[in-house]
């Protein structure tokens, strides 16, 4: 089951990848000239970008697979794997340029959020479900920083936003992950009447179109890698939080640490790079 769980988390990433790939080349076709229903309207017309969207799905469903099988952190690193592969996509097929910040700053994102997940030990996948309560709770939680920086103008902090959504629908995609884990079928009948899967669905709809307008500002690499970010970093702590998975101590913390500190540094370089860009454009 690990191995499978391994494959599906790798799977998930380089689906997601692929699908970034061709969003962002479908975004420079489009322009940023129409917004929420409108922008909708239009990609709905596009194969390419409905090719894209089967991919996102796809990835999703290797997500859920990995989340009911292994423990957060495996699935959050090996999903990260296929980053990096973007940077050369971009370079050679998109027609992107990246500054030397912008290349260490995802690289330095990705490193930093394998160290983290590494601290982070677990004996089991399948928990027990949240309340619905919870389950509103952390949607409302989540939204409220997404929303903040959502309404910044930079690509990134967009990413950002989009990475901040997506810790709440890997909750979500894991409560029903676990429910099929432990009942089979009939868990999701069971899911079905919790809040958490249309809460899923109305966040999805919205870190889409986020998502959108994020690639039409900035690198698709540099987009991922801050919602990569966010969103792994995030759903380890959820899994701390809400799931009770124990972090490593001791000596083990010198990962942790290390792992946030780059993280970090290399989330400020994106940024940075990404602001001084629009200050000279």
């Not at 996509?89 to 500054?99: M, N, P, Y």
């Not at 995802?106 to 677990?122: C, D, E, N, W, Y």
């Amino acid at each position: 089951m690990f191995f499978l769980g391994s494959a599906l988390a790798l799977i998930c990433g380089l689906a997601n990848s692929a699908a970034a790939a061709l969003e962002k080349r479908e975004m420079m076709q489009v322009g940023v000239g129409a917004s929420g229903l409108a922008l909708f309207a239009i990609l709905l017309r596009r194969p390419v970008w409905l090719f894209a969207m089967a991919l996102s799905l796809l990835a999703w469903t290797a997500e859920a697979g990995s989340l009911g099988l292994v423990p957060v952190p495996v699935v959050t690193s090996l999903r990260s794997l296929g980053r990096g592969g973007l940077v050369v996509i971009g370079h050679r097929w998109l027609g992107e340029r990246f500054a030397r910040i912008e290349l260490a700053g995802v690289i330095l994102l990705a490193v930093g959020g394998v160290l983290v997940a590494s601290t982070v030990i677990s004996a089991g996948a399948a928990q027990p479900p949240l309340a619905d309560g919870t389950e509103v709770l952390v949607a409302f939680a989540l939204v409220l920083p997404a929303a903040l920086l959502a309404r910044l103008r930079s690509g990134v902090f967009k990413g950002a936003a989009v990475g901040t959504l997506f810790v709440a629908t890997g909750i979500f995609t894991k409560e029903i992950a676990d429910r099929f884990v432990r009942d089979g079928p009939i868990g999701l009948l069971h899911v079905a009447l919790t809040p958490g899967p249309w809460l899923m669905v109305v966040l999805s709809v919205w870190s889409l179109s986020l998502l959108q307008h994020a690639f039409a500002r900035a690198n698709a690499a540099s987009v991922s890698a801050a919602s990569t970010a966010v969103s792994a970093n995030g759903l380890i702590v959820a899994g701390v939080v809400l799931y009770h998975e124990p972090l490593a101590h001791g000596a083990a913390l010198v990962p942790l640490l290390a792992g946030i500190v780059l993280a970090g540094v290399g989330a400020v370089a994106l940024a940075g790079s990404e602001l001084y860009a629009l200050r000279k454009a």
